[in-house]
């Protein structure tokens, strides 16, 4: 199925099989397709890049296509790197999962400031919600984990090293 190319979203580079991949919802996702292209806010003279899932209800094009400027698709690919490294190195040290003396993981240098990455204290629910997580990340272990290789790999290709 190819993705639309008459919309404000004007996709440059597209992935139209994403449906085979989604993850665990794989041939059976409404996400048909992943885009990077010129954003539907762009102003004259000012063009941003974005990242866009398609989604498809079987009918039309969904309301619920997701855009995204891509600075914000690589710190959610952070954001999802330092959790996963959090689980699977400082986590089990504490019971619940986190010290609630001090929820904060990490502050990740960005652009002169940082992201702070923490454990949302505000959640009443928490302490099983952490080990929900937990679980479903080992559930998905081998599913992250090759898209983390290839990114990996790929950012090694760019000459991206720590």
Not at 50 to 58: C, E, L
Request: proline content about 4%.
């Amino acid at each position: 199925m190819n993705i639309p190319t008459n919309l404000k979203h004007k996709p440059v580079i597209v992935a139209e099989d994403y449906e085979h991949i989604d993850g665990r919802t794989a041939y059976g996702s409404d996400a048909k397709g992943l885009s990077l292209g010129l954003a539907q806010w762009n102003d004259r003279g000012k063009v941003d890049i974005s990242a866009k899932v398609w989604r498809y209800t079987g009918e039309k094009w969904s309301r619920q296509s997701e855009e995204l400027p891509l600075h914000r698709v690589l710190d959610l690919a952070i954001l999802a790197c330092r959790a996963t490294l959090y689980f699977r190195e400082e986590a089990y040290r504490y019971p619940g999962g986190y010290d609630p003396e001090q929820p904060q993981i990490d502050r990740v240098g960005l652009q002169g400031d940082a992201m702070t990455v923490k454990v949302c204290t505000g959640n009443e629910h928490i302490t099983e919600d952490l080990e929900l997580f937990q679980q479903a990340l080992a559930r998905d272990g081998e599913l992250l984990g090759e898209r983390m290789a290839v990114l990996a790999r790929l950012l090694g290709q760019l000459n991206y090293h720590a």
